[in-house]
Every structure is written in C-alpha cells, then in structure tokens.
C-alpha cells in the first residue's frame, strides 16, 4: 500500500509540474491564471450565480426550486468547510512552493495544501446548483475546473488537492441533498414571503372615474 501511495505522489507532483511549467511564458496566460486562481473573483461569480437562480425563476415552483438551491448551496458550503477545518487540523500537506522549486505567480499563505480550500468552496457550490439546474451547473463546473487548473498553473496546489476539494464539496452536497425534507418546507416557507411581497409591490389597475353627460 506504502507503495501505492508513493506512486501516487510521484505521478501528483509530475502532473503539476507539467502544468505549472505553462507560467511565465505568455503574459496573457499568466494574467488569466493569476485571476482564476485569486481567492475572491471565482468564488465571487459562482455565489452570485448561486443567487441569481432566483431571479432566473420566473414561476412560483421554479422560485421554490430556486430556495432549496440556496439552502444546499449554504448548508454544503458550511458543511465542507468545517470538515476542511477538521481535515486540517490532523493532517499538513506543504504547499508545492514551500518545498520545491515552482514558478509562482500568485502569492500564498503556507497553509495546508490538501484539500484545496478554494476547490471545496467551490465545488460545494457548484454541485449543489448542478443537482437542481443542469444548464447553470455545467457552466459553474467549468469555472470551478478554470479555478482549479489556475491554482495549478501559478504554483500554490498540486492536483491531488483540487480532486481532494471536488470529492469533499461533492459529498457535502449529497449529504445535504439527501436532509432535503428537513429543509424543504424552509423554501416554501421563504418561497410564500416572497410571493407576499411581490404581491404588495404589484399596484393595482387604476380605476378612471365615470363621466357623467352634460345635463
């Protein structure tokens, strides 16, 4: 099994050199990595396309759906990150920076390098969308596997620590997924309030008064 494992590094860190090898060669390359891998501009989009679900529903059932998305998407987010904060605490990887020689484009902190906080972020996200709106999911994925290369690229995350992030965002989405009767009627709940105050917002139709003839 220690071989196994070995193995696996091996083949980790070779993949990541292969993709961190593109930095530095094509001043437009590096400015989309250095975006993608930014800890605030991927993330950024992919909660406001979590949002906007609701505004894309244009019907009472579709609004619902659009409530229960947003749970999922808040419960998984908090979910993997406390087991990120749990993962952390028993087990250090060295960022790839910190111990070999990369082509960093993009500074980092030192901390835990496995599994990719970003990546769980933003996978947890984006799976949880992708399980109620496929279209939109499949567009969050690709900015999510974007992020995930551009970490790479610039130097602070080998691929096992974006697989690492994808597996535990997916799995906090399916757990919360799976508790979708306990929050369910917190949609509906939420989806009814929203309902009132659109009603309220709604003027009702002018009434013109009658015209009475001349006498």
Not at 181 to 186: D, I
Not at 190 to 200: E, F, K, Q
């Amino acid at each position: 099994m220690s071989g196994f494992f070995q193995f696996l590094i091996r083949l980790d860190r070779s993949v990541f050199h292969s993709i961190n090898s593109i930095a530095g060669k094509n001043s437009v390359v590096d400015w989309f990595a250095r975006a993608g891998a930014d800890d605030h501009i991927v993330p950024l989009i992919l909660t406001l396309l979590v949002l906007a679900t609701l505004f894309w529903a244009s019907k009472h059932a579709g609004r619902e759906v659009a409530f229960k998305t947003i749970i999922c998407a808040l419960a998984a987010a908090v979910l993997s990150m406390l087991i990120l904060y749990g993962l952390n605490n028993v087990f250090f990887r060295p960022r790839p920076f910190t111990t070999q020689a990369v082509h960093l484009l993009f500074y980092h902190n030192t901390d835990s390098s496995f599994p990719s906080n970003a990546a769980t972020l933003a996978f947890a996200l984006t799976f949880a969308v992708f399980l109620y709106w496929r279209k939109l999911g499949w567009v969050m994925i690709g900015l999510a596997t974007f992020q995930g290369l551009a970490r790479m690229v610039v130097g602070i995350h080998y691929p096992l620590d974006i697989i690492g992030g994808l597996l535990l965002g997916l799995s906090a989405v399916l757990a919360v997924r799976a508790a979708e009767p306990v929050y369910a009627p917190a949609a509906r709940w939420l989806n009814a309030g929203l309902d009132r105050l659109l009603a309220a917002w709604r003027r009702p139709a002018r009434i013109e008064p009658e015209r009475r003839g001349s006498p």
